[in-house]
């Protein structure tokens, strides 16, 4: 694994920014597996690509 693959990975402060939510909808989407991701101990490790795709989803939703 390289360094650019580290950098697909971001933090719940980063997915709020993102989605421009709060820190309880960042945690329920995390926690309902809306948005894939993994902790490693107590902290989240969300890719990019998931996020993505998620919106992808919310745009063809309506």
């Given at each position: 694994?390289?360094?650019?693959?580290?950098?697909?990975?971001?933090?719940?402060?980063?997915?709020?920014?993102?989605?421009?939510?709060?820190?309880?909808?960042?945690?329920?989407?995390?926690?309902?597996?809306?948005?894939?991701?993994?902790?490693?101990?107590?902290?989240?490790k969300i890719p990019?690509?998931?996020?993505t795709t998620f919106?992808?989803?919310?745009?063809?939703?309506?």
């Amino acid at each position: 694994m390289n360094e650019e693959s580290y950098q697909d990975l971001i933090t719940v402060e980063e997915l709020r920014e993102t989605l421009a939510v709060g820190r309880n909808t960042a945690y329920r989407l995390l926690n309902n597996g809306e948005i894939p991701a993994f902790r490693i101990g107590r902290t989240w490790k969300i890719p990019r690509q998931s996020v993505t795709t998620f919106i992808q989803k919310r745009c063809q939703a309506n």
